[in-house]
Structures are given as C-alpha cells and as structure tokens.
T-cell receptor, first 116, second 111 residues
C-alpha cells in the first residue's frame, strides 16, 4: 500500500515552454501533497504544500506564478513549470500524506526535467 | 520547525550493523521522528517512524531516548544495496505539517 506515482518520469523541453507533472496517490486519499525539487548531490528542498480544494502554500523564494500547483482531487496534484528555463532543470519529487496524527509522507519516484 | 543534524557520511562493510544518529534538540511535543532512504534519481523511501523508546520493523530499528532530542537508526547486517542517503525528519502530521529535509547521511557500504 501507500503508493505514489509521478508522470512523466523524465521530460526534456525547450526553453520557454511549459511542462506539467502529475502526482497521484494510487491506493489512498491524500489530504496534503508536497512538492520538492532536488539538485544533484543536494537534499530535497520543499517548494510548496498543497491541500485538496485550496490554494497551495509556497515556500519563501518559490515563485507561485512560475510553479503552478493544482490539487484538484484527493488523489491528484499537478505541478506546472511555466515558461521553463535551463535553470529550472532539476529533479522534482512529490509526496502525499493521508492525514491525521503522525502521518507519514509517501514519495513519488520523481521527475527529471531538462530544459534546453 | 525542528531542525535535524546528522553526520554527512559514514562508511561500513557488508554484514556490519550501522547506527546513524540524528540530533533534533528543539523537537516539539507532538513531533514524530521518521527516517527515509534515498537512492540516486529516486524518491525517498519510508524506513521507520517512532515517537519514543524503541521501534522495530523488518528492516530497521529506531531508538529514541527519553528526552527525544536525538534518535538512532540501526540497520542490522548491511549489504551493498544499503548504500544510499538516509534522512531523519521530525514533524507531527497535523494541519500545517511541513517537512524540512536536512543534508542527510550518505552511507557507503563496502564489500
């Protein structure tokens, strides 16, 4: 149980285009989902927290107009990188949490984004 | 938010027991302690979670002293495939829960 999927697993796009990444909780309902980015040999950096049906909460320094997050249902959250640039190239990871005390985050496999 | 501190790296040999300690001096009353394992280009994988004393599952044990200001992940008889980065996180999972990843511990298991 507690499986989280991400799609696509890797994407290469041209500078200026937008890319959408999907995160799905496959066998549980996720009241809260998180989006992280990770640069090579670095730790995960939290970008935003999203709760189903409400606006995402972005971490300081993360542009909400550039990284659009939509948590449309209890099993799906999407991250759209708008007008991507080479510096947005990174490993993007989502996680999902069911809700309640002491809940564990279950992470997706990640999406490798390369912007040319 | 409780900040965590772990050793940057550790080396071990196959078959040995590995103990990784994490400091979290300002852990809050409601905070649980969770450990994750991450391989390159993969998302973190849940290993174990605890609140106090000792927790054991099929892959690891977690030791938490009474003051809860630290915790130790114990991996029995490591193998080459346990080479990975290990993160400890603290948080309570209630509304407003947020996870801040520390640098993690890079474990390298040698033959």
């Amino acid at each position: 149980g507690a499986v989280v999927s991400q799609h696509p697993s890797r994407v290469i796009c041209k500078s200026g285009t937008s890319v959408k990444i999907e995160c799905r909780s496959l066998d549980f309902q996720a009241t809260t989902m998180f989006w992280y980015r990770q640069f090579p040999k670095k730790s995960l950096m939290l970008m935003a927290t999203s709760n189903e049906g409400s606006k995402a909460t972005y971490e300081q320094g993360v542009e909400k107009d550039k990284f659009l997050i939509n948590h449309a249902s209890l099993t799906l959250s999407t991250l759209t990188v708008t007008s991507a640039h080479p510096e947005d190239s990174s490993f993007y990871i989502c996680s999902a949490m069911e809700g309640g005390m002491a809940d564990t985050q279950y992470f997706g496999p990640g999406t490798r984004l390369t912007v040319l | 938010l409780a900040k965590t501190t772990q050793p940057i790296s550790m080396d071990s040999y196959e078959g040995q027991e590995v103990n990784i300690t994490c400091s979290h001096n300002n852990i809050a009353t409601n905070d649980y302690i969770t450990w994750y394992q991450q391989f390159p280009s993969q998302g973190p994988r849940f290993i174990i979670q605890g609140y106090k004393t000792k927790v054991t599952n099929e892959v690891a044990s977690l030791f938490i002293p009474a003051d809860r200001k630290s915790s130790t992940l114990s991996l029995p008889r490591v193998s080459l495939s346990d080479t990975a980065v290990y993160y400890c996180l603290v948080g309570d999972g209630t509304g407003g829960f947020k996870t801040i990843f520390g640098a993690g511990t890079r474990l390298f298991v040698k033959a």
